[in-house]
């Protein structure tokens, strides 16, 4: 089982974010580009823990950028954590971030 949550922020771009959580937690995040999600960065901890941080932008295929977060329009950057459910929760660590918003969790 797997644990899923996603945060916003408007204060920080992806990158500040990123290296941000670079200084804060035991992650080095690694710059991808992908056709679905654009321009993202991503770092996957010991425990196997994925944290992505990415606009919530994505390239449209007509075209025109489309919200990830549709829900949330008013968010400009997500961070996507997805850890197995016995894994430590990053939730105290990411709550000292400013600026950034925890939008849901969810378990699967």
């Known amino acids: 089982m797997t644990v899923t949550d996603t945060y916003g ?4 771009t992806a990158q ?6 670079t200084e804060r937690l035991p992650a080095t995040f690694a710059e991808r580009d992908s ?22 932008t994505v390239p449209g295929d007509d075209g025109e950028d489309d919200l990830l977060e549709d829900d949330h329009p008013d968010v ?29 969790s969810s378990r699967n």
């Open 76 to 104: 400009s950057v997500l961070l996507i954590v997805t850890a197995p459910a016995e894994a430590q929760p990053l939730s105290t660590e990411l709550a000292a971030v400013d600026g950034l918003t925890r939008l849901r």
């Open 16 to 21: 500040q974010l990123a290296d941000l959580l």
């Open 35 to 56: 056709d679905y999600f654009g321009l993202y960065f991503l770092a996957t901890l010991a425990d196997t823990t994925r944290i992505k941080v990415q606009p919530n």
């Open 9 to 12: 922020t408007n204060t920080h």
